[in-house]
């Protein structure tokens, strides 16, 4: 028999063409489908109820010095609270320990002046740095992972008077529905980046469905909350985190006041 040489080696380079085509063309499809699939991740951020934290529903904490909120002198000021019920230092049971950046020296009292970043006191004694004026005090018992106790004993709130003819440049009615923010706040890193607390204190009004509300925008994406309730944020990404939250009545207008718009960053590393 004879072979026919040239053309069975030119069919077998055809085979060899076809072959590497198709899997040239395999690679780009899945190239495109791989890139694709990149360019629809997207972090999506979640606002969930947090559950599971002990009620402390007999907690209570009392200002004891300077009981008149007078202080005669701006600068270094001495401040004595008296706690029931609760105990300072301790670390609180529950899942929530594990879940969320919790302090190692356990439960604190959470001091805030004019609606600034908090102080955490483990002592219910301590001092502070307060300038001459019209201030704004809130100190309210705090779970050991920032989370506020809520009942109506575990909150002081005081208007100070510091040094001679003090001035009111905050505006402060003392009897107006407030919003005063706690969480969250600073840096975290790692697990604690998982979970964060977003927790606030509301005074002289309630939230509800209805009526008041926070409105939460973090990052740009709005949360409307209608009860207060502490919260976890979930999915956030890595780097600066913008949280702002807002006092709203009924059809979403802000409510007056001057701690009732407020604004915070944290940062978030791997």
């Known amino acids: 028999m004879k072979r026919n040489t040239p053309q069975i080696f030119a069919m077998l380079v055809l085979v060899a063409l076809t072959l590497s085509c198709k899997e040239q063309k395999k690679d780009a499809v899945d190239g495109k489908t791989t890139d694709e699939a990149l360019e629809v991740i997207d972090i999506t951020i979640e606002l969930v109820k947090l559950e599971g934290s002990p009620a402390y529903e007999n907690a209570a904490l009392e200002l004891q010095s300077p009981s008149d909120g007078m202080i005669a002198n701006g600068g270094e000021a001495n401040f004595a609270f008296t706690v029931s019920d609760y105990e300072l230092g301790a670390q609180t049971e529950g899942p929530n320990t ?134 976890i944020v979930k999915g956030l990404p890595m780097g600066e985190v913008t949280v702002q939250l807002e006092l709203v009545d009924a059809e979403g207008n802000l409510i007056p006041g001057p701690f009732n718009k407020v604004v915070r960053t944290v940062t978030l590393k791997p």
Not at 119 to 126: G, K, T
Not at 178 to 186: A, E, M, N, Q, V
């Open 98 to 231: 594990e879940k969320l950046a919790n302090s190692g020296k356990g439960q604190h009292i959470h001091f805030i002046l004019n609606n600034q970043p908090y102080s955490a006191h483990y002592e219910p004694a301590f001092s502070k740095e307060v300038p001459d004026g019209v201030h704004h005090l809130v100190a309210f018992l705090s779970r050991s992972y920032h989370e506020s106790v809520k009942n109506e004993n575990s909150v002081v709130v005081k208007k100070l008077e510091v040094g001679t003819n003090p001035k009111d440049e905050i505006g402060l009615d003392m009897e107006a529905p407030t919003l005063i923010y706690s969480r969250p706040k600073g840096e975290y890193s790692g697990a604690d980046t998982e979970n964060l607390l977003l927790d606030f204190f509301v005074l002289n009004t309630t939230l509800s469905e209805d009526g008041n509300k926070v409105r939460a925008t973090i990052n740009g994406e709005e949360f409307m909350i209608s009860e207060w309730a502490p919260h």
